[in-house]
């Protein structure tokens, strides 16, 4: 078994909000859709990330599997400035759960919602000083 993330699929109530979050509000390029209507590829720099609408991947694995959201943080690789990525996607609208602070382990992290209610962090490494 491969030991590398290739795809986050990510279910969805909000199909076209969600489609529209990751698509143009995040500015994610779209590789493949089917049925514009239950799912789309996303390519991000090391995978794959997908929506899949409910009903769908209900019929695909189902009902009884398929768990509300919230389970799960999703992490983007490091910004090189969170505090400008914060102020750049807080001005397309995202609301955040929790704007940047820097962690007492030296992480600076903030976190935000997309339309289903995955959590979605963006985060960037600071130096400490000893």
């Given amino acids: 078994m491969q030991r590398n993330l290739e795809w986050i699929i990510l279910v969805t109530d909000n199909y ?3 489609r529209d979050f990751y698509g143009k509000i995040l500015e994610l390029e779209i590789v493949r859709e089917v049925q514009k209507d239950y799912f789309t590829q996303f390519k991000m720099e090391n995978c794959f990330l997908a929506i899949y609408g409910r009903k769908e991947m209900e019929k695909l694995v189902g009902k009884k ?3 509300s959201s919230g ?3 999703y ?3 490091e910004s090189e400035n969170i505090d400008s990525e914060y102020i750049n ?3 397309k609208g995202i609301i955040f759960i929790k ?3 820097t962690q007492s382990w030296g ?3 903030a976190y ?3 339309p289903d209610e995955h959590i979605w962090e963006i985060q960037e490494w600071k130096r400490q000083e000893l």
């Fill in 65 to 67: 599997f398929i768990n």
């Fill in 71 to 73: 389970g799960a943080i």
């Fill in 99 to 101: 704007e940047p602070v």
């Fill in 75 to 77: 992490t983007f690789k």
């Fill in 16 to 18: 076209e909000k969600s």
């Fill in 89 to 91: 996607l807080k001005s």
């Fill in 107 to 109: 992480q600076r992290t």
């Fill in 112 to 114: 935000f919602l997309d």
